[in-house]
């Protein structure tokens, strides 16, 4: 069995590319090709189908992916051990979130403590951000209500408040807080309902019986803004989210159910790799500004939990 060959899989299943596998392991697409395409005649089976646009593991992909992942993880392990008594100065690390607000900060923070340290994001919704951990493509997550997995270790790092966006004018644009009941009938533009900030206010709202008249449904926090400041109707957004925007005001709604948590997480079997600590340990000194960001809308501290 040729190892090369299985670390070049391991890396274009980790991916999702032959290209960001290429960069990954530092050789040429080419190569990476070559050893995945050796692999396959070896053994006469079919581990991606490929298209122009895509790569995707087959059945007889996945389970070679479920044994090489752990493989190479415990090689990474091996390594992060003999280079211990060295400093942190260079390496790689993939981390996935399922927004940029929380993440950007404890960013800014990892090049300010590390600069030589590359980061590769990877965008996605939460459910995406938790199935890039579990598969291996991200050595570290930032995801919004995550729930708690026995591979995963999770730290509370961050509380989000949901506010009502609403254009500068409205009647209630100045009111400091607003209860939830005063939204029943409102004409309003939503988040899809897979939006863990829609989810959140789904079930505040059947709670209390409230029902708002719901014109739109919108595929992006951004498109939220501009239809609520163009007066199409009052919107919803985390207060993590809310950026500057002169047009319109973000009022907190009242309530300890319409509050999110934000946490990181990795694979519980690779929380004691230097990288992934140190990342770690940078979250938790980002915690006192993000806490502030959910207190000061009614939030709770955030604690942790494995």
């Given at each position: ?6 670390r ?7 991916e999702g590319s032959?290209t960001r596998a290429?960069?990954?392991?530092c050789?040429?697409q080419p190569?990476?090709?070559?050893h ?5 005649e ?5 581990l991606f189908r490929?298209t122009?646009?895509s ?8 389970a070679?992916?479920a044994l090489?992942?752990p493989l190479f ?7 992060d051990l003999l280079?211990?008594?060295r ?6 690390i993939?981390?996935?979130v399922?927004g940029p607000?929380?993440v950007m ?7 300010e403590?590390?600069p ?9 919704n939460?459910?995406e951000?938790?199935e890039a951990l579990?598969a291996?493509?991200?050595?570290i997550?930032?995801v919004t209500?995550?729930?708690?997995h026995?591979?995963?270790h999770?730290?509370e790092i961050a509380?989000?408040r949901i ?5 500068r004018?409205h009647?209630l644009?100045d009111?400091a ?6 939204l ?18 789904d079930?505040?709202?059947r709670?209390r019986g409230?029902a ?13 803004i501009?239809a609520?400041?163009a007066?199409?109707g009052?919107g919803?957004v ?6 500057e ?5 973000a009022v ?5 159910d319409?509050v999110?948590?934000h946490?990181i997480a990795?694979?519980?079997r690779?929380?004691?790799l230097?990288?992934i600590?140190?990342?770690f340990?940078?979250?938790r000194s980002?915690?006192p500004h ?9 939030g709770?501290?955030p604690?942790?939990?494995a």
């Amino acid at each position: 069995m040729n190892l090369f060959q299985l670390r070049a899989f391991d890396a274009v299943s980790r991916e999702g590319s032959f290209t960001r596998a290429a960069k990954r392991l530092c050789i040429s697409q080419p190569a990476v090709t070559g050893h995945i395409k050796a692999l396959e005649e070896r053994y006469d089976l079919v581990l991606f189908r490929r298209t122009a646009r895509s790569v995707a593991l087959t059945p007889q992909g996945h389970a070679l992916a479920a044994l090489t992942g752990p493989l190479f993880g415990l090689v990474e392990q091996a390594e992060d051990l003999l280079l211990a008594n060295r400093a942190l100065v260079s390496g790689r690390i993939e981390i996935a979130v399922d927004g940029p607000h929380v993440v950007m900060p404890l960013l800014a923070r990892l090049r300010e403590s590390h600069p030589g340290i590359t980061v590769s994001l990877i965008l996605g919704n939460a459910a995406e951000t938790c199935e890039a951990l579990l598969a291996e493509r991200a050595s570290i997550g930032v995801v919004t209500e995550v729930q708690p997995h026995p591979d995963l270790h999770i730290e509370e790092i961050a509380a989000s408040r949901i506010c009502v966006v609403l254009p500068r004018g409205h009647a209630l644009a100045d009111e400091a807080e607003i209860d939830l009941r005063r939204l029943d009938g409102a004409a309003m533009v939503l988040r899809e309902p897979t939006s863990v900030t829609r989810r959140t206010f789904d079930a505040a709202c059947r709670r209390r019986g409230v029902a708002p008249a719901i014109l739109m449904e919108l595929d992006s926090r951004e498109a939220v803004i501009e239809a609520a400041a163009a007066g199409l109707g009052l919107g919803i957004v985390s207060s993590l989210e809310r950026g500057e925007d002169a047009r319109i005001r973000a009022v907190p709604i009242a309530g300890p159910d319409l509050v999110n948590r934000h946490a990181i997480a990795c694979l519980a079997r690779r929380r004691n790799l230097r990288l992934i600590r140190a990342v770690f340990d940078l979250a938790r000194s980002l915690g006192p500004h993000n806490r502030d960001a959910g207190r000061d809308r009614g939030g709770m501290s955030p604690g942790k939990h494995a």
